[in-house]
């Protein structure tokens, strides 16, 4: 497995009524990061430069990939049925039944 890739793709869903994308790497997601239109914010930074310090080996690509999901999770970009991971012992869930 190539080093930059995520270990569960990161499932998005770009606008309403497009179809769910798959990102499926720390590249993937720094490119959709760089074609963002709103370029600014704490949360952006930290995703852009957790995907960033991951291709100079400065951060892994699990925190490249926890930073792109919050990103996308405060975005409104995360797809309904994206399974997470939760905190140490609280399994996999989607993220509708994390909200809940």
């Not at 760089?34 to 960033?52: E, H, I, L, S």
Request: proline share 5%; with cysteine; glycine share 8%.
């Amino acid at each position: 497995m190539d080093r930059l890739q995520f270990e569960v793709p990161v499932r998005i869903t770009p606008a309403p009524g497009l179809p769910v994308e798959e990102i499926y790497s720390v590249e993937q997601a720094l490119d959709f990061l760089q074609d963002w239109p709103k370029r600014k914010g704490k949360v952006y930074d930290a995703a852009f430069n957790a995907c960033f310090g991951a291709t100079v080996d400065v951060a892994s690509a699990e925190d490249a990939c926890r930073a792109f999901m919050a990103f996308c999770r405060v975005s409104g970009l995360l797809a309904s049925d994206m399974m997470f991971h939760g905190r140490r012992g609280a399994g996999a869930r989607t993220f509708r039944e994390a909200r809940a």
